[in-house]
């Protein structure tokens, strides 16, 4: 199997050196036997290697974990140059990199760690070589993604990749480049979004029922090695997922966005008034338009293009209570309320650590993923006619502050 790491930041290092360990080791029991044998390519910028000699990128990656330090080597190397074009390079016997022919065959599967706002850029280079027998695994923040893939990149139903949705609350951050601090321990989840082709296996939950056939092939490879990583990896049906995926969707609307804005940790907004009215604004406009789009997917249920336009997922199955006039409601998790505990824990369980964003802004990265955060939020709310002023404003106000931090006042887009 031809794996893929794209996005070799914090999370993308994490995963990948787990990834190479795994790989490297016998596979005599559980679920390794399952693992098919495997090459893995990190996919990486050109640019920041540019000055550096060839054995340089991606020789090694590096997880450091309270101090003590895990080195994994042997990987194949894909560059990406300015223009979008991969460069491979392969090491030799001596562990040096040296070019080879351009890449053409097939990725059977590929973890896409990637920003959330980059990575309809970075999949479009590989679009030619994913196939429908190819499993893409999204881990990122956010929401919005699998549907700008589906509508741009894989619009056909038929030919489309098997796609998996991934989330972590591991804690890391970036100590130079394919070095990353594990700083705090968490977990993944991940669910299998249905297609025609995995309808039979999507809930499975065990990678023992997913046959061993060419057109699952991928999919049944990629889950067992991820279960196989030392991170406390669940397989999740995908209402669970869902679930999941709009909570933390929420907690990001609201932490991430108050510490790139006030440049503190997490735990530098718990107890603070303000921020705790901030929280109750952004839940309670979340839940609004939440409610909306899964009553809107409720309502289009019996019409199939109507559906198949609103998501790529089964959003109507979290309307699971009704009010007194029997109205469909919102799962209880998602009432603003329950987000708002939700987010203040969050803050306290995570109070050591720096957001996301703020290293994005602090590191002066051109764009963050805000418009897949509070911005998803604000589009919603403007496709049902409801006002979403707190995730507007901080939408605003953090583009203005990437643009100051990174010079680009003049620049025409928000």
């Known amino acids: 199997m031809h794996a893929h790491v794209i996005g070799v930041g914090a ?20 679920l390794r036997e399952l693992i098919p044998e495997s090459t893995l390519t990190l996919h990486l910028r050109e640019r920041p290697f540019a ?13 450091e974990r309270d101090g003590a330090l895990s080195v994994q080597d042997g990987f194949r190397i894909e560059l990406m140059t300015a223009a979008g074009a991969p460069r491979a390079l392969q090491p030799d016997s001596r562990g040096e ?70 989330s972590t609350t591991h804690g890391c951050f970036t100590k130079r480049p394919l070095h990353t ?29 997913v046959p061993d056939t060419p ?51 997490n735990g530098e907004l718990y107890g603070a008034a303000p921020a705790a009215e901030l929280f109750r604004l952004v839940c309670t406009e979340a839940s609004q338009v939440l409610e909306a789009h ?26 699971t209570q009704t009010d007194s006039e029997g109205m469909p409601l919102l799962d209880a998790s998602l009432r603003p309320a329950s987000l708002q505990h939700e987010v203040e824990r969050v803050v306290r369980a995570t109070a050591g650590n720096w957001s996301s964003m703020h290293q994005d ?26 006002p979403t002023p707190a995730n507007d404003m901080l939408t605003h106000l953090v583009k203005l502050k990437s643009r100051r931090v990174t010079g680009s006042w003049n620049g025409s887009s928000m």
């Not at 054995?55 to 997880?63: D, E």
């Not at 995995?198 to 029922?209: G, I, M, R, Y």
Request: aromatic residues 4%.
């Open 11 to 30: 999370v993308g290092t994490l995963i990948a050196s787990h990834m190479r360990r795994v790989l490297a080791a016998p596979r005599t029991r559980g």
């Open 51 to 63: 000055k550096q000699p060839l054995a340089a990128p991606g020789r090694r990656l590096i997880v």
């Open 97 to 166: 990199l040296h070019d080879v022919a351009a890449p053409a065959e097939p990725i059977d599967s590929i973890i896409v760690a990637t920003k959330a706002d980059a990575t309809y850029s970075a999949l479009s280079h590989l679009v030619e070589r994913i196939t429908p027998a190819t499993t893409v695994v999204l881990l990122q923040n956010g929401m919005g993604v699998l549907d700008m893939l589906c509508e741009r990149l894989f619009y056909d139903p038929d030919k489309r990749p098997h796609m998996v949705l991934a």
């Open 181 to 209: 601090v594990h700083a705090g321990f968490g977990s993944i989840h991940l669910a299998v979004v249905p297609n025609p082709r995995n309808n039979a296996v999507h809930d499975a939950l065990s990678v023992t029922a």
């Open 215 to 265: 057109e699952l092939h991928t999919l049944r490879g990629t889950l067992a090695l991820l279960l196989s990583l030392p991170l406390d990896v669940h397989w999740e049906k995908v209402r669970e997922f869902q679930l999941r995926a709009l909570r933390k969707l929420v907690i990001n609307a609201c932490v991430n966005p108050a510490t790139a804005l006030v440049d503190c940790k």
């Open 294 to 319: 899964a009553r809107d997917a409720k309502a289009s249920d019996s019409n199939s293009e109507d559906a198949s336009r609103l998501t790529s997922l089964p959003l109507a199955d979290l309307l």
């Open 361 to 386: 802004i602090r590191t002066g990265r051109v764009s963050t993923e805000i418009d897949y955060i509070n911005g998803y939020l604000c589009d919603l709310g403007r496709t049902y006619g409801i």
